[in-house]
């Protein structure tokens, strides 16, 4: 069984910072792709930012340039740094992997519980 575990999340005022942090755990044999997602009220679940390596990391068009993903496969984590923050960043922010665990043959997708960005104006 996987976990994945996000911190991080809060209040913070239109401009201001926060990192995210997404934790895996279990009987891990190795992570592929991760990603955060996002979901504000009434909306679509939408992609944040995904990494493969450091040098291969995707980004929706409306955080280039603000926010980081970044991972740490020794510890399997992966980081989220926001800066400039807008209300409209204010979402559930959903940590994803593709994990595959030992003894296995295929990659699993994951999901964490989530964890609440409110940016206020």
């Known amino acids: 069984q996987v976990q994945l575990v996000e911190s991080g999340g809060g209040l913070v005022q239109t401009g201001g910072s926060l990192r995210l942090s997404c934790v895996a755990s279990g009987n891990i044999f190795s992570i592929g792709t991760m990603g955060w997602y996002r979901q504000a009220p009434g909306k679509q679940r939408e992609l944040v930012a995904s990494i493969i390596t450091i040098v291969r990391t995707t980004y929706a068009d409306s955080v280039k340039g603000r926010f980081t993903i970044s991972r740490d496969n020794a510890k399997n984590t992966m980081y989220l740094q926001m800066y400039r923050l807008k209300p409209e960043d204010t979402a559930v922010y959903y940590c994803?992997?593709?994990?595959?665990?030992?003894?296995?043959?295929?990659?699993?997708?994951?999901w964490g519980q989530g964890t609440q960005v409110t940016v206020s104006s």
């Open positions: 994803n992997a593709h994990v595959r665990y030992s003894g296995g043959t295929y990659f699993n997708g994951y």
